[in-house]
């Protein structure tokens, strides 16, 4: 296993910016194979406004970004993407996405993906988010990874 990736790092590798950047740090890393990523959910992220103001919860749909993004960190270690103008990542596709539980404020997502199958440039990964280990999203990825002119 390789050692952390703090946030800085992983301005490097992935182009994704505040407020969409949903990856605080990489606790664990097995090269080409998969991943542990956590992402810290605080009061303050702007979408809590309207998501619900009285009971605010974290999207599903962030969480599968958050999935997306930490395969993202995963395939740019196997190909050394580096986070610029010319390089983005696209979904092609969500599978077998599942919501067990809603995130809160003060919790911390832990996201462990694990690379699938991959043609050219095209990329599938699986992921799983936990939260004080209870299982609360699942889904499988397909994304592309492309340098744009």
């Known amino acids: 296993m ?7 790092r992983i301005r490097e590798i992935l182009p994704h910016r505040y407020p969409f950047l949903l990856i605080d740090r990489i606790t664990e890393i097995e090269p080409g194979v998969s991943l542990r990523a956590i992402k810290n959910v605080t009061i303050n992220e702007p ?10 919860v974290f999207p599903g749909v962030l969480m599968l970004e958050s999935i997306a993004q930490a395969s993202a960190v995963l395939v740019s270690l196997i190909i050394d993407a580096k986070a610029s103008r010319k390089n983005v990542y696209l979904f092609a596709g969500v599978d077998k996405a599942r919501f067990r539980s809603p995130a809160e404020p003060g919790d911390q997502l832990v996201i462990d993906v694990s690379l699938g199958a991959h043609r050219k440039t095209l990329w599938r990964c699986s992921g799983k988010i936990t939260v004080q280990g209870r299982t609360i999203c699942t889904s499988e990825v397909l994304f592309t990874h492309r340098p744009i002119e």
């Open 2 to 8: 390789a050692t952390e990736i703090d946030i800085h």
């Open 47 to 56: 979408f809590f406004d309207g998501h619900f103001p009285y009971r605010p």
